[in-house]
């Protein structure tokens, strides 16, 4: 069957970079979901948000290093102990470091003006970026190589491995834990009355305060998710890494609408796969050139982003 | 009437932002069964009373108490759970929740999921448009329909006093007619209020005590049917 429609090579070769992309967009996407959850409820930029990242990949490495689990050849059984460990800790880690920062950092400036907090967040970014530097060095380390890059679609002339069925396996799950968190638990309605009226959200018996505290725990959790998917993938992590994939995260969240979780993922795909389109047919320096045109680009015909919110508040 | 038990009771309340003082020295009573309303024009204070009573401005002297419970040091959340409930200037109607989730917000203290459901009907009978408008986004409602969501957000937390500030803000006259209707309807159902109003005229007709209020003062209060026909009121407040 697939030999007689055999595929033309170049079309292999884009198949092959739109996978790369939607791997890659839906770790952005993890991230970018925390950016847009916690802008979302008290319009604060987390600029640590990516640094938070960082700091998550090096705990599921330090994981990996405490179970002496570093290569493929692991007995498999380990090699899962050690991928479900990464996944219980790190997200357990990130949150709670995220809780915590909001907590004795940004809580104290809720009522200062916005360019406060926003400085202070850079700030944190900092201070993470050097704990991470302390931590691992200043030269990238390598993650452990633990899942086969056996293809799972042999024939068909493209490219799937065991490495793209995890990341998968693991950030479509979480993000439909999110949506039915936020959807259809009291907590997620408590979370979008308080983003989109916090005054009102009082009015009903709403502690704010604990529900800003679940949105970092949340935030924090999928960042520490993507954190380790991005180890495995990558299989290699540095203290700087937070910067540029925060950025991309960040930048996924304002082209999807900040503010709204679907716009992140759908955001951070798409940044996902202009980015590898451009690698791929540009070069890697226009890359980044193209995904920061298109986002202006949508921007001047939708300034609230893809699917930034259109309805508007009668008062 | 004033053989009735105090509900709420408001001694020497001061409060204001930064370093003004809006409120001075107020004090106000609420009895069981009570429709009670402060007439003030804009800028008087009348929104801040309200909301220190629910919290969200801290009181800096003086005392709230609640139904026994004083309210003057509790965080706005907490007041919600003793029975106290607003439906607030503006209406603040949460623009992407559908109407029903609105009034399951409003219901967010309560933990008898099924008396939930039962009073969501039961609002739902007494504003059919809320019932034929369950799944749209509160922020696509017109406003006097966003006045009945309000109004039917806040009695979801089966308050034993409702605070309402301003209902007519905004409305067409007929609008208005119902809304006041229903208030009276609720307050015959039990529900005391203490409704804060510009249109003084509306307030005063449906009320049993009025205050008045000017500049953070509390400059006279009376039966409502004796403060309509006060010559005084009548020409401050009634435009006569
Ligand atoms: N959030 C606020 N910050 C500062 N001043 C305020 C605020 N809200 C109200 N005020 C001031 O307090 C006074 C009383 O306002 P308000 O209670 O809203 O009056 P009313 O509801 O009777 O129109 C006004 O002078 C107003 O400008
Ligand atoms: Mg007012």
């Given amino acids: 069957m697939f030999e007689l429609l055999a595929i033309h090579p170049a079309v292999a070769e884009l198949g092959q970079f739109l996978i790369l992309g939607l791997v890659l967009g839906s770790l952005y996407a993890l991230i970018a979901i925390?950016?847009?959850?916690?802008?979302?409820?008290?319009?604060?930029?987390?600029?640590?948000?990516?640094?938070?990242?960082?700091?998550?990949s090096f705990l599921a490495l330090g994981v990996a290093i405490g179970l002496g689990v570093l290569t493929a050849d692991a007995e498999v059984a380990w090699v899962i102990l050690t991928i479900v460990l990464m996944l219980i800790l790190t997200p357990l880690f990130c949150a709670c470091l995220n809780v915590t920062v909001d907590r004795i950092i940004y809580r104290p400036l809720r009522k200062s003006p916005k360019l406060t907090v926003i400085v202070s967040a850079i700030g944190v970014s900092f201070i993470f970026m050097n704990i991470g530097l302390f931590w691992r060095g200043a030269t990238p380390v390598k993650f452990p190589d633990l899942i086969a890059d056996t293809n799972l679609i042999e024939g068909t002339?493209?490219?799937?491995?065991?490495?793209?069925?995890?990341?998968?396996?693991?950030?479509?799950?979480?993000?439909?834990?999110?949506?039915?968190?936020?959807?259809?638990?009291?907590?997620?309605?408590?979370?979008?009355?308080?983003?989109q009226n916090p005054l009102a959200?009082?009015?009903?018996?709403?502690n704010v305060n604990r529900v800003i505290s679940a949105t970092f725990a949340i935030g924090g959790a999928l960042a520490g998710i993507a954190s380790v998917v991005y180890g495995l993938y990558i299989k290699s992590v540095d203290y700087q890494m937070g910067f540029q994939n925060g950025l991309y995260a960040f930048t996924a969240a304002v082209l999807g609408g900040v503010g709204n979780i679907p716009g992140a993922v759908l955001g951070g795909l798409v940044i996902g796969v202009v980015g590898e389109l451009g690698k791929a047919y540009l070069g890697a320096k226009w890359s980044e050139a193209l995904i920061f045109g298109i986002l202006i680009i949508i921007l001047l015909f939708r300034p609230t982003g893809l699917l930034g919110a259109r309805t508007r508040e009668k008062v | 009437m004033s053989a009735a038990s105090p509900l709420l009771v408001v001694e020497n309340l001061e409060a204001g932002y930064g370093p003004i003082n809006v409120l001075h020295r107020l004090s106000l009573t609420v009895h069981v069964g009570e429709i009670v309303t402060i007439i003030g024009a804009n800028g008087a204070g009348k929104t801040t009373t309200l909301n220190t009573i629910c919290g969200l401005v801290k009181a800096r002297t003086g005392r709230i108490v609640f139904n026994g419970h004083d309210l003057t040091q509790l965080p706005p959340h907490n007041i919600v759970r003793l029975g106290l409930a607003q439906s607030p200037e503006g209406r603040k109607i949460f623009p992407r929740l559908t109407v029903r989730e609105n009034l399951e917000m409003g219901a967010y203290t309560r933990t008898d999921p099924e008396g939930v459901a039962a009073d969501i009907q039961k609002w739902y009978k007494m504003f059919p448009i809320l019932e034929k408008r369950k799944s749209q986004l509160g922020g696509l409602l017109s406003g006097g329909e966003q006045q009945m969501l309000a109004i039917a957000r806040a009695l979801m937390a089966r308050p034993k006093l409702l605070l309402l500030d301003e209902p007519?803000?905004?409305?067409?006259?007929q609008v208005v007619v119902q809304i006041f209707a229903v208030i009276q309807e609720l307050n015959r159902q039990g529900v005391s209020v203490l409704l804060v109003e510009q249109n003084a005229r509306m307030a005063l007709k449906i009320a049993h005590r009025g205050y008045v209020l000017e500049t953070g003062r509390i400059t006279g209060t009376d039966r409502a049917d004796l403060l309509l026909h006060d010559p005084r009121i009548r020409q401050a407040y009634l435009g006569e």
């Fill in chain 1, 157 to 195: 002339g493209f490219r799937f491995t065991w490495k793209d069925a995890m990341v998968v396996g693991i950030t479509v799950p979480a993000m439909i834990a999110l949506t039915v968190l936020v959807k259809f638990t009291t907590l997620g309605k408590a979370m979008r009355a308080t983003a």
């Fill in chain 1, 201 to 206: 959200a009082q009015l009903m018996g709403i």
């Fill in chain 2, 168 to 173: 007519s803000l905004g409305l067409a006259p």
């Fill in chain 1, 34 to 56: 925390g950016y847009t959850m916690v802008y979302g409820i008290i319009e604060l930029i987390n600029f640590a948000h990516g640094d938070l990242f960082m700091l998550g």
